[in-house]
């Protein structure tokens, strides 16, 4: 955790760190070992999560709260498939596309269902940037992407929300 702590400046930013390694590094290696299926890629996605984690630290508001756990979950679910492909493009096993999914629960209300419904890709964006409150380019750099295939998903995810919305009868 040492190498991770020297990476932030502000003590309080640290100390914010600190309680989100704490709180939320079980629940990130379980998350990566789901995907990956081994425990020793499964630390490395971690380990890079909390490095991307380190470097946006001041975006997180609260260390322990909902919004902050579908912060770090995304971002270990990312690095964990970035490094499947990475195996993947090495031939060593596939992996089956309904184990890789985004931690979501919904609160039984007939927006978050609809966004749990959602294909994984639009729901991390909708997340990301309207309950995380981050802009299209700090979700492009967090998910590895360019800020143009970000607005795009941003724009299709919107479409498709309503779409889910009206077939609940709410009208957006």
Avoid at 60 to 68: G, N
Avoid at 81 to 100: C, F, H, N, Q
Wanted: aromatic share 8%; charged share 30%.
């Amino acid at each position: 955790m040492l190498i991770y702590l020297q990476m932030i400046e502000d003590e309080a930013d640290r100390t914010k760190f600190e309680q989100v390694y704490l709180h939320y590094r079980n629940l990130m290696f379980h998350v990566a070992n789901d995907i990956l299926n081994d425990w020793q890629e499964a630390e490395d996605a971690v380990h890079q999560a909390f490095i991307a984690i380190a470097k946006h630290i001041d975006g997180v508001s609260e260390a322990i709260c909902p919004r902050t756990q579908g912060f770090v979950v995304t971002i270990v679910t990312n690095k964990a498939i970035d490094i499947y492909r990475a195996k993947k493009r090495r031939a060593v096993r596939p992996l089956e596309e309904d184990t890789v999914k985004l931690c979501f629960r919904t609160t039984g209300s007939p927006v978050a269902d609809a966004i749990a419904r959602l294909p994984e890709r639009y729901r991390e964006v909708i997340l990301l940037k309207y309950d995380a409150g981050y802009t299209n380019q700090e979700v492009a750099d967090l998910l590895g992407k360019t800020y143009e295939s970000i607005h795009s998903l941003d724009r299709r995810a919107k479409q498709a929300l309503r779409e889910e919305l009206a077939k609940e009868g709410i009208e957006v």
